[in-house]
């Protein structure tokens, strides 16, 4: 069955930039993770890795409140058709991904803050407003250490998987919605 959409119904060029570069940081960060546990421990190469990836994880989570104000200011199309099991599951997905992408660089924040060290932006210093406070520490690391790192690939796989469904069995032009050269309407 087809379900076709007007241009009205794709994501405005803003919406899709913001979900692109969310996604650019997630893979970066994933990257610089992994590298920095490949570096040498002590090195510089393993600091400057961690740096990069808390650069990425402030920025990430600057872009994702930009794109939730955008998300709540915006007319935003309407959710493709389907079975409310499968529109519950969207909706809860994309709550856990928008949840995960503010409270993961939170979690990372508070590690680091938690041991008095300062944050690093970009070469900026961002201080600890906690000081050592090593019981914070550990609650942070549940938030920002292996098990969230599981759950975001858990959570990216899934995302990738419905997108793909929805492109090529359901057929519904779920991904022409969210690239800039998407077609104006789903393909039959």
Do not use: C
Not at 5 to 25: K, N
Not at 45 to 66: C, D, K, P, Q, Y
Request: charged share 15%.
């Amino acid at each position: 069955m087809s379900h076709p959409q007007s241009i009205e119904e794709r994501y405005s060029i803003v919406s899709q930039l913001f979900h692109w570069v969310v996604a650019a940081l997630l893979f970066a960060m994933l990257g610089t993770n992994f590298l920095r546990e490949m570096a040498e421990k002590e090195s510089l190469a393993r600091t400057e890795w961690l740096n990069l990836h808390m650069s990425l994880g402030i920025l990430l989570f600057v872009i994702v409140i930009l794109r939730l104000f955008w998300t709540k200011m915006t007319y935003q199309p309407t959710p493709l058709p389907g079975l409310w099991i499968t529109r519950m599951l969207a909706k809860a997905a994309h709550v856990l991904l928008n949840l995960a992408t503010l409270l993961v660089p939170i979690g990372g924040y508070l590690r680091i803050a938690s041991k008095n060290v300062p944050a690093d932006f970009f070469g900026t210093s961002i201080p600890s407003i906690v000081g050592d406070m090593p019981w914070l520490h550990d609650i942070a690391k549940i938030g920002h250490g292996t098990y969230m790192e599981y759950f975001f690939y858990v959570l990216i796989s899934l995302h990738i998987l419905a997108a793909l469904w929805h492109q090529y069995v359901r057929k519904d032009g779920a991904i022409e919605r969210i690239v800039p050269w998407g077609k104006a309407a789903a393909v039959s």
